[in-house]
């Protein structure tokens, strides 16, 4: 995993996830939109992420629970986007990911046949 996005809750909430689950380790940049002046779906989002991993658009892959704000928003970028449901985050029509998954182990398959 290479970075992460994430939404405008504070930093310290995510951490604290993050640690509990041993990623820290795992995720060589972290970019809250709480910390910057746009949030998703704007495309400057996003770019702060690929700056911040130093990776080009169409070589990264956004995972998200929001078809919306994160699906529509990393496609405007040039990015593929994948879409792991929410029961909690309403659906958004016309948004179309590019790959869906239940769990994020189920991205592995994906990002091979990718390759």
């Known amino acids: ?3 992460g996005l994430t939404a405008h809750w504070p930093p310290a909430y ?3 996830f ?3 689950d041993g990623l820290t380790p795992h995720i060589d940049a972290r970019c809250y939109t709480s910390e910057m002046t746009y949030m998703k779906p704007h495309p400057e989002a996003f770019r702060t992420a690929l700056d ?7 070589a990264a892959v956004y995972v998200g629970d929001r078809l919306f704000d994160d699906v529509l928003g990393a496609q405007r970028v040039g990015m593929r986007a994948v879409h792991r449901p929410n029961p909690g985050v309403p659906r958004h029509e016309g948004v179309t990911p590019d790959a869906t998954i239940e769990a994020l182990a189920d991205l592995l398959p994906i990002l091979d046949r990718w390759r």
């Open 1 to 3: 995993m290479a970075g």
């Open 14 to 16: 995510h951490e604290h």
């Open 18 to 20: 993050l640690e509990r």
């Open 52 to 58: 911040a991993v130093g990776v080009e658009a169409a």
